[in-house]
């Protein structure tokens, strides 16, 4: 059973931060690239960050240099989504996700939704400005 449990969202002013974080199943956490999406009311979901398995990251060019992804170093079923400068469009539901079915789809570079293909429930962030 696939568990990916988000917590962290919340509301911050413009140039606030907030860290969102999630725990998954352990043998995601050693085969599967992790990462996270956001959907906006009335947009489609995107992918904004991911991590695989040797710690190489990707991300979407409009969260680079402002939000960062790791796993935690004590607990490797833990993940960290570390958002600075927060923009109001960065306003969202986000989703810890997983390859899953899409295993093997992700080599490097900026994430697609197509590179995840399972998640759980989504943790809200609200960006006033």
């Known amino acids: 059973q696939v568990q990916l449990v988000p917590s962290g969202g919340g509301s911050v002013q413009a140039g606030g931060s907030l860290r969102l974080s999630c725990v998954v199943s352990e043998h995601i956490s050693r085969a599967d690239c992790v990462g996270w999406l956001r959907q906006a009311p009335e947009k489609e979901r995107e992918a904004v960050a991911i991590?695989?398995?040797?710690?190489?990251?990707?991300y979407i060019d409009s969260v680079k240099g402002r939000f960062s992804i790791s796993k935690d170093n004590a607990n490797n079923t833990l993940y960290h989504l570390q958002m600075n400068n927060l923009k109001p469009e960065d306003s969202a539901m986000y989703y810890c996700?997983?390859?899953?079915?899409?295993?093997?789809?992700?080599?490097?570079?900026?994430?697609?939704?197509?590179?995840?293909?399972?998640w759980g429930q989504g943790t809200q962030v609200t960006v006033s400005s």
């Open positions: 991590i695989d398995p040797d710690g190489n990251t990707g």
């Open positions: 996700a997983t390859e899953g079915r899409f295993r093997g789809s992700w080599h490097g570079g900026p994430p697609g939704a197509k590179d995840l293909g399972d």
